[in-house]
């Protein structure tokens, strides 16, 4: 390897880089990015407080892509949710299983990217933004591509499912790519299983292209094994008049990094960041989210929760970029914490960045332990203590379950956190 | 009913209850009066447990057993009924669930049957007209953007709802117009029964017209100073505390 040591992650990584001939281009660009800047190192601004480089190579001892596992029919059935009824895109590590999933498209196209060899492939997720992203360029084997037809509405909501374990390769890679053409609407609804409670570290790389006046709608669930590390990009391009709304819920894994990005890119966009991270134990969930402004009349809004227990640490960065063009923008941001170990540790930054002068933006972080003066009240009325704080704590994490728009799915993640919050109400 | 034998709390270490004896009997209203900063909210909230308060001598009984080894909910489950002089807002937690899940608990403890959504709801609309109360307020958050008088019929209705043997009521009349206070009285008088005690502390006579006392209380300084039917109240209004202040100054050195 004629690679400059940046770490020693990646030089595990490209001395198991598989040399894949396809995507050629994307796949010589992530090398290029990779060589020259590595995987993020210690003292790197935007992985400052997760340090996911050290963790993988602490954790990981096969830098080697793992092949399908043992997968049953049964498998999926019982991780499908009470009230579903939609398509189910299986992943087996990363890879697309054909025969598990069941895909009506319905109103949509479904291939593989190999398939369809699409130019748009890392143009939405670009490998220069980040280090992961380039990583999945360069070892993604095959992906999927879905497309919604122009002006047609994906009645059911497709589920993107993947599961995960760790074989003679515990690296795991997968990619998506969605259209939702002019005038469409889909629901996205995904998951992640882990099927033991070994390591493995996947690395994820979703990109969306909402087409003028579409709507999508996405819903992600991450509540893994606790020796799970994971690297996820999820970017967006919102076109004219189009809106995007993204629900995120972590709930449990070793180390979650997510990028989350939304490229408002014409007037009238509107992007939707809205999540929850419920942990305990020693998990560690990073999101770092980004919207940006470049046309005038566009909404965003951000609301980002979060509860943590036992040593768990959350970390929320949330960037609003407002270009010059983007006059009457209207940017809100909020992130609230509720700590209730003295272990468990909040970083939040909100990071705005402003150079039109006729916008409306805001943004408010709080950190803070559970309000014992409203315990106390309902204590007084006869609730038992521990019940007073699941009914406290579902409260302040409700709010963001408002906004998935699919019922079976948030009745299914009310359902997770309530278990998890030890009540019921 | 209520035994409180030579009481003494403090906060962070700074003693607010000084020796508080009182007896309190069922059917019974007891109103305690008193300056600001005499220990009369801190009376009601030792009462009810609140954590922040250190009892460092002294025993209060309720019914017969220890009440300051109870922990807040098992003295709400007891039968003591505390109306805040300032009610929480609880974001996200609608009036009626919080209501449900409260009467159930108490409930289950007293060995009784929960109550299922229909046969809660007949009651809940049959408490409401004590307080005129109106459905919609119940349908949202908890307290969440009450006015003043909204939140103080709020807490006794929720009085009506649990049912308590002792009630205490904590400077509920502040803040209250006219209206308001004669609607909450009126609702604290139907509740009021042979078997059952207020404890009405207050700051002002004007509620004790609505909320007919059979004995006052006057505390200074942590102390009961003073004990006597509504007469005293009224004389209370006319001059003031400054000559029980004196007398009990005088008595103390």
């Known amino acids: 390897m004629t690679t400059i040591t940046k770490n020693k992650a990646i030089d595990l990584f490209l001395e198991n880089n598989p040399n894949f001939s396809t995507f050629e281009n994307l796949r010589k660009s992530g090398l290029e990015f990779l060589e020259m800047k590595g995987l993020p190192h210690l003292k790197e601004e935007e992985y400052k407080f997760t340090q996911i480089s050290k963790k993988i190579e602490q954790n990981v001892s096969s830098f080697k892509s793992a092949i399908k596992t043992e997968l049953t029919a049964e498998n999926v059935k019982s991780n499908l949710f009470e009230g579903f009824d939609g398509d189910v895109v299986v992943f087996n590590n990363g890879h697309f299983d054909a025969e598990l999933s069941s895909i009506s498209a319905q109103n949509y196209s479904f291939l593989k990217l190999s398939e369809t060899q699409p130019d748009l492939?890392?143009?939405i997720a670009k490998n220069e933004k980040d280090p992961f992203a380039a990583l999945n360029s360069l070892t993604f084997e095959d992906g999927v591509h879905i497309s919604v037809e122009k002006g047609k509405k994906v009645e059911k909501p497709i589920f993107l499912i993947h599961f995960n374990k760790a074989n003679e390769g515990q690296i795991i890679n997968s990619r998506i790519l969605i259209e939702i053409a002019e005038n469409a609407e889909v629901t996205f609804i995904e998951n992640t299983v882990s099927l033991d409670e070994e390591v493995y570290f996947s690395n994820a790389v979703v990109e969306v292209k909402v087409n003028q006046n579409a709507h999508g709608y996405y819903y992600r669930l991450q509540n893994e094994n606790r020796k799970a590390i994971s690297a996820n990009n999820f970017?967006?391009?919102i076109h004219r008049d189009a809106t995007f709304t993204s629900v995120a819920t972590q709930l449990q894994g070793d180390m979650l990094r997510n990028n989350l990005t939304l490229n408002l890119l014409d007037s009238g966009c509107v992007g939707n960041m809205y999540?929850?991270?419920?942990?305990?134990?020693?998990?560690h969930v990073d999101n770092h989210t980004n919207v940006d402004h470049t046309k005038p009349h566009c909404d965003s809004n951000e609301l980002y929760k979060g509860i943590l227990a036992d040593s768990s640490r959350g970390v929320f960065n949330g960037k609003i970029f407002v270009r010059q063009d983007a006059q009457k923008t209207n940017a809100f941001q909020q992130n609230n914490n509720i700590l209730m170990s003295e272990d468990a540790i909040v970083n939040t930054k909100p990071q705005l960045e402003i150079w039109a002068d006729d916008v409306k933006c805001s943004h408010g972080c709080t950190t803070g332990q559970l309000d014992e003066e409203?315990?106390?009240y309902l204590q007084a009325r006869g609730i038992g203590k521990e019940h007073a704080k699941g009914l406290l704590l579902y409260a302040f994490a409700g709010e963001v379950f408002e906004h998935i728009a699919y019922e079976p799915f948030k009745e299914y993640c009310i359902q997770l956190v309530q278990e998890r919050l030890g009540s019921s109400f | 009913m209520l035994k409180i034998k030579n009481l003494h709390a403090s906060i962070e270490g700074t003693p607010i209850l000084k020796g508080i004896n009182l007896e309190v009997k069922p059917g019974e209203v007891h109103a305690i009066m008193g300056p600001n900063g005499s220990g009369k909210s801190t009376l009601a909230s030792v009462l009810a447990g609140r954590e922040e308060y250190e009892v460092t001598e002294g025993e209060v009984s309720f019914k017969g057993k220890d009440l300051?080894?109870?922990?807040?909910?098992?003295?709400?489950r007891e039968g003591v009924f505390l109306a805040f002089q300032y009610p929480v807002e609880i974001p996200g937690v609608s009036s009626t669930n919080f209501l449900r899940t409260a009467v159930n608990q108490v409930r289950e403890y007293r060995g009784l049957e929960a109550l299922d959504a229909v046969k809660f709801l007949s009651i809940m609309k049959e408490k409401m007209k004590l307080v005129e109360i109106d459905q919609k307020l119940l349908s949202r958050s908890l307290n969440e953007g009450f006015s003043g008088g909204e939140k103080k019929r709020n807490e006794i209705f929720q009085m009506a709802m649990l049912e308590p043997t002792l009630s205490i009521l904590d400077e509920t009349d502040s803040g209250?117009?006219?209206?308001?206070?004669?609607?909450?009285?009126?609702?604290?008088?139907?509740?009021k029964s042979s078997e059952n005690a207020t404890i009405v502390v207050t700051h002002y006579q004007r509620l004790l017209d609505y909320i007919v006392p059979d004995f006052v209380h006057v505390l200074y300084n942590g102390k009961i100073v003073k004990s006597g039917t509504k007469e005293l109240a009224l004389e209370l209004e006319e001059k003031g505390y400054d000559w029980i202040k004196e007398e009990a100054d005088a008595a103390s050195v």
């Not at chain 1, 999540?275 to 998990?283: A, S």
């Not at chain 2, 206070?181 to 009126?186: A, C, G, K, Q, T």
């Open chain 1, 121 to 123: 492939l890392g143009q």
């Open chain 1, 235 to 237: 970017a967006t391009d």
């Open chain 1, 275 to 283: 999540g929850l991270y419920l942990l305990n134990g020693k998990t």
């Open chain 1, 374 to 376: 409203a315990l106390f």
């Open chain 2, 68 to 76: 300051l080894e109870l922990s807040p909910e098992d003295r709400a």
């Open chain 2, 176 to 191: 209250l117009d006219i209206d308001a206070l004669r609607i909450v009285s009126n609702g604290v008088n139907q509740l």
